[in-house]
């Protein structure tokens, strides 16, 4: 271990001092990315925002050239991640997952499906936001697999916004369970499949009138007005009064209007 790195491993940030955390980082950025990866805690004990600027500095080397000291501490992590104990395991996740930003998209897609299938939750659930950042057109299939496994909300959200007709067409039971107590996300699962999915109509009215209504005022079905009105009384929804208005149906809007009005 050279005098730099050794400095800094001593390097004392007291109560959080600010500008002890800018000198540090400010320092951490001199280093060779040999020295700066020779830097990085894997006994994870350090300070988290020692740790923070390492992992930065780290990264920004990373985005330049990857080098063998990059690639064994890249090692070293995802062992980690299998025998390190609880917080530290999720730590060392974490430090995988920034660096793993800075390589070719084929490779961090690679870290991300090994990440993703650990039954670690929280590890799951930055690999979730990671993939929220990515365009919306990226919907791997690790994260059907890692959904079909854990059943993660997070995962049931991403593939509703992501996943092709076909796939959730092929999940709708599960994604329709999942998705039964959020009335606007079911309503968007049966709007993506154009009201033609696996399920009938019927049984998204029995499962969540409010969002049927919905989708029916979407895809230009007219529901009766006994059922508008019915449904609001039960509801008091404005999202009633808009799905009526979207049917062209008067009388009952106005009839809505005068429930409301007895009910103040």
């Known amino acids: 271990m050279n005098e730099r790195v050794k400095f800094l491993k001593n390097f004392d940030i007291e109560s959080e001092s600010q500008g002890d955390i800018v000198t540090f ?3 951490v950025f001199c280093l060779n990315p040999e020295e700066v990866c020779e830097a990085f805690d894997l ?6 925002k020692k740790r923070q600027a390492i992992v930065r500095k780290i990264q920004n080397d990373l985005f330049d050239e990857m080098r063998d000291c990059h690639r064994s501490l890249l090692n070293v992590l995802e062992k980690g991640i299998e025998t390190l104990p609880g917080p530290k395991k999720t730590s060392a996740a974490n430090a995988l997952l920034y660096l793993a930003r800075a390589l070719p998209s084929r490779k961090e ?3 991300l499906k090994r990440l993703i299938s650990s039954k670690n939750g929280n590890i799951r659930a930055q690999v979730y936001r990671r993939l929220k950042e990515l365009p919306e057109k990226v919907c791997p299939d690790y994260l059907k697999d890692a959904w079909c496994v854990y059943r993660d909300f997070e995962a049931t959200k991403l593939l509703l916004n992501r996943a092709s007709i076909e796939t959730l067409s092929e999940l709708f039971d599960g994604l329709e369970e999942d998705l039964s107590y959020s009335g606007p996300l079911l309503s968007r699962l049966y709007l993506k499949l154009h009201g033609n999915s696996p399920a009938t109509m019927e049984r998204l009215e029995r499962l969540n009138p409010l969002s049927h209504a919905y989708v029916c ?6 529901l009766p007005s006994k059922v508008l009105v019915q ?10 009064i808009w799905c009526a208005g979207q049917m062209g149906q008067w009388d009952s809007i106005l009839e809505m209007h005068q429930i409301a009005e007895k009910g103040s």
């Open 231 to 240: 449904l609001y009384t039960k509801e008091m929804s404005g999202l009633v």
């Open 25 to 27: 980082g400010a320092l």
């Open 109 to 111: 897609h690679k870290v």
């Open 217 to 222: 005022a979407k895809l230009g079905v007219s």
């Open 43 to 48: 006994s994870f004990e350090d300070l988290p």
